[in-house]
C-alpha cells in the first residue's frame, strides 16, 4: 500500500527564519510525482512545489525548496525568509502513474510568528 | 484563483437527506477529482471522471455518487447522509492525465445537523 507519512503534526518558527518540514512515503512504483500543498485558514488547498522522482535535481520555487532523497523516500520542504502569510497547514502527498490519486499525509501546521 | 469553481460554499442540512455538489473545472481542463477532508485531517480521495468518464475510485462510500457531464463539469450526490459525513468537500481539476498537477477549489463546507 502507498503510504505517506508527514512526522511532525506542528511546528514553530519566528519570521524570517529557515524552518524544513519531513516527509516519507513508501511506495513500490518507480515512476511518480511528489507534490506540497498549502492550506491557509482560509481553507484553500494551494500547490506550493512538485517533483518529478525521475528527476534527481531538487525543485525550487522561490523562498521553497525540496530535499528529495529518492532511496531514503524522503520528500522535505524547505521554507527560507518564512513570512507570517506562511502560516497553514502543509500536506505531503504523491501520485503514481498506474491510477491517479493523491496519497496524502496527515499535514504539518506550521506557525509563523513574528 | 485557480479557476476552479465550486458551489455552494456552505450546505447545511439534517440526516438523512440528500445534497448535490457541483464543481467547474479550469477551462481545458478534462480531469475533474473529488476529495473529502473531515476536521482537521487529511484529504481522502473519493473519485476521479476523465473526459466523462470514471477513471478511478477511492474510499467512496455506496451513499455517495459522481458524474461529470459533457460541457465537463461534474457533480457529487451524497445521500442517506450521516452526521459523520460533515466535511469539506474539494474538487480539483487537472490539465488532462497524469502528470499533470491538480488545482484545487475552495471547497463546499457540508454540515450535517
Same mark, same amino acid.
Given at each position: 500500500a502507498q503510504t505517506v507519512t508527514q512526522s511532525q503534526p506542528e511546528m514553530s518558527v519566528q519570521e524570517a527564519e529557515t524552518v524544513t518540514l519531513s516527509c516519507t512515503y513508501d511506495t513500490s512504483e518507480s515512476n511518480y510525482y511528489l507534490f506540497w500543498y498549502k492550506q491557509p485558514p482560509s481553507r484553500q488547498m494551494i500547490l506550493v512545489i512538485r517533483q518529478e522522482a525521475y528527476k534527481q535535481q531538487n525543485a525550487t520555487e522561490n523562498r521553497f525548496?525540496? *530535499?528529495? &532523497?529518492k532511496a531514503a523516500k524522503s520528500f522535505s520542504l524547505k521554507i527560507s525568509d518564512s513570512q507570517l502569510g506562511d502560516t497553514a497547514m502543509y500536506f505531503c502527498a504523491f501520485m503514481i502513474g498506474s491510477n491517479y490519486q493523491l496519497i496524502w499525509g496527515a499535514g504539518t501546521k506550521l506557525i509563523i510568528k513574528p | 484563483d485557480s479557476g476552479v469553481t465550486q458551489t455552494p460554499k456552505h450546505l447545511i442540512t439534517a440526516t438523512g437527506q440528500r445534497v448535490t455538489l457541483r464543481c467547474s473545472p479550469r477551462s481545458g481542463d478534462l480531469s475533474v477529482y473529488w476529495y473529502q477532508q473531515s476536521l482537521d485531517q487529511g484529504l481522502q480521495f473519493?473519485? &476521479? /471522471? /476523465? *473526459?466523462g468518464e470514471e477513471r478511478a475510485k477511492g474510499n467512496i462510500l455506496e451513499r455517495f455518487s459522481a458524474q461529470q457531464f459533457p460541457d465537463l463539469h461534474s457533480e457529487l450526490n451524497l445521500s442517506s447522509l450521516e452526521l459523520g459525513d460533515s466535511a469539506l468537500y474539494f474538487c480539483a481539476s487537472s490539465g488532462g492525465d497524469w502528470p499533470q498537477p491538480q488545482h484545487f477549489g475552495d471547497g463546499t463546507r457540508l454540515s450535517i445537523l
Open positions: 525548496s525540496v *530535499n528529495f &532523497q | 473519493l473519485i &476521479q /471522471y /476523465y *473526459n
